[in-house]
């Protein structure tokens, strides 16, 4: 066993893990955060995006041991401490950009970090972004309508509503 220490949602986390322990496992098991949610253990889903160090990463494919010391960044960490949601979250939520619910977190989490690294992405580019993310349900129509809402960007289909 290993004990890992790190930075999650800005407050101090800590545990003993196997070397083998998924990053997403630890969040979920070892400190209860299961909004971080593991879709298909191959990381070709997205649903178990987090951020690390400020960068988008599959949990699913990171070591817990990897993240030692690391700032990690979870979906419970995004809305307000009073639970008023993100920019992001409710443009999901106003332009239905869930369904079933089960990719959201990962969305989210992607879309953060696009909007992170360019403030303004045209369709093609969420598009293109979001192609590590899979949604079974929305076919991707308002998840890209709610990012580009969040990015303070009206598109024809915006307008349209």
């Known amino acids: 066993m290993t004990q890992v220490t790190m930075t999650v949602n800005g407050k101090p986390a800590k545990g003993e893990v196997e070397g083998r322990t998924l990053l997403v496992n630890f969040l979920r098991d070892n400190l209860k955060l299961t909004g971080t949610h593991v879709g298909c253990d191959t990381s070709q889903c997205g649903a178990c995006v987090v951020h690390v160090n400020g960068e988008a990463v599959k949990a699913c494919s990171m070591l817990a041991v990897e993240a030692q010391g690391a700032e990690v960044a979870t979906i ?86």
């Open 76 to 161: 419970e960490g995004q809305a307000a401490p009073d639970g008023t949601l993100n920019v992001i979250q409710q443009a999901f939520q106003d332009h239905h950009g869930l369904q079933c619910g089960f990719c959201t977190p990962g969305m989210v989490m992607s879309a953060a970090a696009l909007l992170k690294e360019n403030p303004k992405p045209s369709e093609a580019e969420v598009r293109h972004y979001l192609d590590g993310n899979i949604c079974r349900c929305t076919g991707y129509h308002n998840i890209v309508k709610a990012i580009m809402a969040a990015s303070g960007q009206q598109t024809d289909a915006i307008a349209a509503e």
